[in-house]
């Protein structure tokens, strides 16, 4: 059975969250006042779980963590009547997995007490994914062996356990979605949703009862009530990719989510309690982002507590052929007929600069197996670098008149880049630092056609490292 110990100076508070835990499960549950009696109770029976307030009579609560016998098996929570962002990173950086905000309520601890497990039990997998990583080349989803992947993944290892908000940066197509996967597969909300929003291809007038919800009637065609990500990914994960696309009214409602840990559906008044952890990504420099007004600069530092940055393909050649032969076996498991690479394949796969990433890898292994009659792949249909005149030449460039709107400069931006690139979508993606899914939107609204700029389905997500 396992054992709760309560940490809190208020007798009453403490009472009250041992009887609610007492009525959730199979618990034994103990309560101590102050540092000194914590210590002389965890000395006495170890704890599985420890909610810890941080101001005790004789000291702050995280001079707990000054015994780390004590606290090395159990899953310790602070609880706090201020939510400061300072607090709960150096928390989160001793070995805190999560923190709640006074007052606590039933439903914050039903949470905490569903996620329970032990960290020796995280330990024991990520044990079992690194001895995967030597022998088979993948970290979960994510593949690679490079010393750049390797740095990723001790990042991921330390950030999963906790609640901590993760910001992964990175080129398009470096596969950012497959991360934050991976980040909720190891965390201890694995049990419940996984869901991610693409902020750039969800109109601006959506936007905000696709991530809130909306209630029956508050505006033209509300038909009836509609939950939003933040309800439908309760107690798990909510992947906010293309950060820097969220409308600005917009991103001061997330960040009052992410301060207060409720929000309230468009059209209503009632509060609810947000139980998830969020990880938000952009193709963009944040920093770049903030000066040119893309993302306000508080909700940057609320985001950015354990950033993670993706390096390009281009940066980790090693793993092109483990990143190539594993779509190749995957390809062929699903069309039943096996394919290797010729050596000259390989080498003209390691030797392009891949501007579309792991995603464009993916499409062209995808395009050459087709391609090929029989059971070798050449370089017949691989793609290769331009000629170093056409790339040394200088870039094109766009004129636009003062009073120009930002709709009119962007489409100029847009059609222009698609055409220096010979409407290559993929090149010219990367090259103007959105997704796929963003840069076919905006082409179907040029076109005005609702079939010329729709995107495939296998191109719509982040890429898999699968």
Same mark, same amino acid.
């Given at each position: 059975?396992?054992?709760?110990?309560?940490?809190?100076? %208020?007798?009453?508070?403490?009472?009250?969250?041992?009887?609610?835990?007492?009525?959730?499960?199979?618990?034994?549950?103990?309560?101590? !006042?102050?540092?000194?009696? *914590?210590?002389?109770?965890?000395?006495?029976?170890?704890?599985?779980?420890?909610?810890?307030d941080l101001r005790l009579p004789d000291g702050s609560?995280?001079?707990?963590?000054?015994?780390?016998?004590?606290?090395?098996?159990?899953?310790?929570?602070?609880?706090?009547?201020?939510?400061?962002?300072?607090?709960?990173?150096?928390?989160?950086?001793?070995?805190?997995?999560d923190y709640l905000i006074k007052p606590v309520t039933?439903?914050?601890?039903?949470?905490?007490?569903?996620?329970?497990? /032990?960290? %020796?039990?995280?330990?024991?997998?990520?044990?079992?994914? /690194?001895?995967?990583?030597?022998?088979?080349?993948?970290?979960? !989803?994510?593949?690679?062996?490079?010393?750049?992947?390797?740095?990723?993944?001790?990042?991921?290892?330390?950030?999963? !356990?906790?609640?901590?908000?993760?910001?992964?940066?990175?080129?398009?197509?470096?596969?950012?979605? +497959?991360?934050?996967?991976? +980040?909720?597969?190891?965390?201890?909300?694995?049990?419940?949703?996984?869901?991610?929003?693409?902020? =750039?291809?969800?109109?601006?007038?959506?936007?905000?009862?696709?991530?809130?919800?909306?209630? /029956?009637?508050?505006?033209?065609?509300?038909?009836?009530?509609?939950? =939003?990500?933040? $309800?439908?990914?309760?107690? =798990?994960?909510?992947?906010?990719?293309?950060?820097?696309?969220?409308?600005?009214?917009?991103?001061?409602?997330?960040?009052?989510?992410?301060?207060?840990?409720?929000?309230? #559906?468009?059209?209503?008044?009632?509060?609810?309690?947000?139980? +998830?952890?969020?990880? *938000?990504?952009?193709?963009?420099?944040?920093? $770049?982002?903030?000066?040119?007004?893309?993302?306000?600069?508080?909700?940057?530092?609320?985001?950015?507590?354990?950033?993670?940055?993706?390096?390009?393909?281009?940066?980790?050649?090693?793993?092109?052929?483990?990143?190539?032969?594993?779509?190749?076996?995957?390809?062929?498991?699903? $069309?039943?007929?096996?394919?290797?690479?010729?050596?000259?394949?390989?080498?003209?796969?390691?030797?392009?600069?891949?501007?579309?990433? +792991?995603?464009?890898? #993916?499409?062209?292994?995808?395009?050459?197996?087709?391609?090929?009659? !029989?059971?070798?792949?050449?370089?017949?249909?691989?793609?290769?670098?331009?000629?170093?005149?056409?790339?040394?030449?200088?870039?094109?460039?766009?004129?636009?008149?003062?009073?120009?709107?930002?709709?009119?400069?962007?489409?100029?931006?847009?059609?222009?880049?698609?055409?220096?690139?010979?409407?290559?979508?993929?090149?010219?993606?990367?090259?103007? =630092?959105?997704?796929?899914?963003?840069?076919?939107?905006?082409?179907k609204l040029y076109a005005g056609d609702a079939g %010329?700029?729709?995107?495939?389905?296998?191109?719509?997500?982040?890429?898999?490292?699968?």
């Open positions: 059975m396992n054992h709760v110990l309560i940490v809190e100076d %208020d007798a009453d508070s403490a009472r009250m969250m041992a009887a609610l835990i007492g009525t959730m499960g199979p618990f034994t549950v103990a309560t101590a !006042g102050s540092l000194r009696d *914590a210590r002389r109770q965890m000395s006495l029976q170890r704890p599985d779980l420890v909610l810890l609560g995280m001079a707990l963590f000054d015994n780390p016998e004590l606290t090395a098996n159990a899953q310790v929570v602070l609880i706090t009547g201020h939510a400061s962002l300072d607090t709960s990173i150096q928390a989160l950086r001793l070995g805190a997995t039933a439903a914050q601890l039903e949470g905490i007490l569903s996620r329970l497990m /032990k960290p %020796d039990a995280l330990q024991a997998e990520l044990s079992q994914m /690194k001895e995967e990583l030597e022998q088979e080349g993948h970290f979960g !989803g994510i593949w690679g062996r490079s010393d750049e992947m390797r740095r990723i993944y001790e990042q991921l290892a330390r950030v999963s !356990g906790t609640a901590a908000t993760v910001f992964i940066t990175g080129e398009s197509g470096t596969g950012k979605e +497959v991360v934050a996967q991976t +980040v909720h597969d190891l965390s201890r909300r694995r049990h419940n949703p996984f869901l991610a929003v693409n902020c =750039g291809a969800v109109s601006p007038n959506l936007i905000e009862s696709e991530i809130f919800g909306h209630e /029956k009637g508050s505006f033209t065609g509300a038909e009836r009530q509609h939950q =939003g990500f933040f $309800e439908r990914a309760h107690g =798990g994960t909510l992947f906010l990719d293309e950060i820097t696309e969220m409308p600005q009214e917009l991103q001061v409602k997330l960040l009052r989510v992410l301060e207060t840990g409720t929000f309230a #559906r468009v059209g209503s008044v009632e509060s609810q309690q947000a139980d +998830v952890r969020v990880i *938000a990504a952009t193709n963009r420099s944040p920093l $770049e982002a903030v000066a040119s007004g893309r993302l306000r600069e508080d909700l940057l530092y609320r985001l950015n507590v354990f950033p993670i940055e993706l390096p390009p393909l281009r940066e980790r050649p090693s793993d092109i052929p483990l990143l190539a032969q594993h779509f190749l076996n995957d390809i062929a498991r699903r $069309e039943g007929e096996v394919k290797r690479f010729a050596p000259e394949a390989i080498e003209q796969l390691v030797a392009y600069r891949w501007p579309g990433n +792991v995603r464009e890898l #993916r499409n062209v292994v995808q395009r050459v197996y087709v391609m090929t009659a !029989g059971p070798t792949i050449t370089d017949e249909w691989l793609p290769r670098n331009p000629p170093a005149s056409e790339e040394a030449a200088a870039d094109p460039e766009i004129s636009l008149k003062l009073g120009t709107s930002m709709a009119e400069a962007e489409r100029k931006l847009i059609l222009a880049t698609m055409e220096h690139f010979d409407n290559h979508k993929e090149r010219a993606a990367a090259a103007l =630092g959105v997704s796929l899914k963003t840069l076919y939107n905006r082409l %010329d700029g729709e995107a495939p389905a296998d191109q719509e997500r982040e890429t898999s490292t699968r």
